[in-house]
């Protein structure tokens, strides 16, 4: 059995890159309700856990290198958040780990952006699998780690 908390994470996560490289390069303001969904505040204006899940996934992403934004605004939003070139440039590569996809009778450009870890993050979190997702966002991540010394 998964853990809830990870899952909504490579979630949040997943939909945070997918959004940022849809608008890559221009800065954009992110709002955690995008990411998270919708949230009412209870009566003294506190957002709910998986609303602040989503929030502290974004402050994440930016402290290990995959984005970087302004400013927070409140508890609300990302302002100027783009992707790192770093990120950006792992997400148009080839995912590592993954099973042969047979691309072959495609045209190049189509074989390449479907061989991407962007078409994969973008197909998993259609098919709603959180064990799919999950493995796509670790081996994401994997590529997002410096290379080890020999």
């Known amino acids: 059995m ?5 899952d909504d994470f490579f ?7 997918v959004f940022l490289f849809g608008t890559f390069p221009t800065p954009t303001t992110l709002f955690v309700e995008d990411i998270s969904g919708p949230d009412e505040p209870d009566e003294y204006g ?7 899940a989503a929030l502290g996934t ?3 992403l930016a402290e290990e290198g995959y984005l970087r934004f302004g400013d927070l605004i409140q508890t609300e939003a990302i302002d100027q958040a783009v992707l790192t070139g770093r990120s950006f440039a792992v997400l148009c590569a080839r995912p590592i780990h993954t099973e042969a996809m047979d ?7 189509v074989r390449e952006e479907r ?3 962007i078409h994969l993050l973008r197909q998993e979190l259609k098919a709603r699998s959180s064990s799919r997702l999950r493995q796509a966002m670790l081996n994401l991540m994997d590529q997002m780690l410096p290379p080890q010394p020999r």
């Open 103 to 109: 691309l072959e009778d495609m045209p190049t450009s």
């Open 115 to 117: 061989s991407s870890n």
């Open 11 to 17: 979630k949040d996560a997943a939909r945070t890159l």
């Open 58 to 60: 974004l402050q994440w």
């Open 46 to 52: 506190v957002h709910s856990k998986r609303y602040l």
């Open 2 to 6: 998964s853990d809830l908390n990870v």
